[in-house]
């Protein structure tokens, strides 16, 4: 299968020299669903700040279809990019935020409204439409978030943590969820993640980060029954 995404010896150094990225080469087919693990600070976040276009590299090229699109600015990418705290707009309600990016699209209300009610439908939000966002609960403001990410059709879809601020009994059924839809859209998908069980859930195959390398790239099978080193050993418990 012929690889969608290709990140080549991507390199990230701070102004104080401290490395974010170091040397990150990774390939994704279209349609793969990617989980990216590791320890707080090992660089998970700043690799998707990168392919979302949000931070430039210092080296290194990432290439989508086989273009370059490091001078391409963010909202040219059509990448959706999910962040941990969600970001929803607290003055609107469910269906304006959801039909925000289709509105920066220029789309006619009745399209907006259109792929709005297929959002919902997909987030299990049918009667939401018009509830505040302080109306929500933690999972029904992720499902608007993730709602809201999916709408303008993106070509790759990333997600920073998004169960993190949720308790554990609320994660587990919102990651079922989650990889419910990923399986039905057949989007590529990145997956940030601290937590290998929800690593494990999300993505079929894994990268484990640590201090902006790639310590180990594989299969959730290969890192619990062949890990690269003692330190992956000690990560996976």
Known sequence: MENELIIHNLKKTGTTGVCFLNN???ALPRGSRLSVLGPSGSGKTTLLRMIAGLDI???GDIRFNNASILDLPPHKRNFGMMFQDYALFPHLDVFHNIAFGLKMKGMSKQEQASIVAEMLALTNLKGFENRKVDELSGGERQRVALARTLAPGPRLLMLDEPLSALDRVLRKHLL?????????LHITTIFVTHDHEEAFAAGSQIILMNQGGIVQNGTPKDLMHRPMNDWVRQFMG
């Open 176 to 184: 079922d969820q989650l990889t419910q839809i990923f399986s039905r």
């Open 57 to 59: 590299p210092d080296s």
């Open 24 to 26: 990150i080469n990774l």
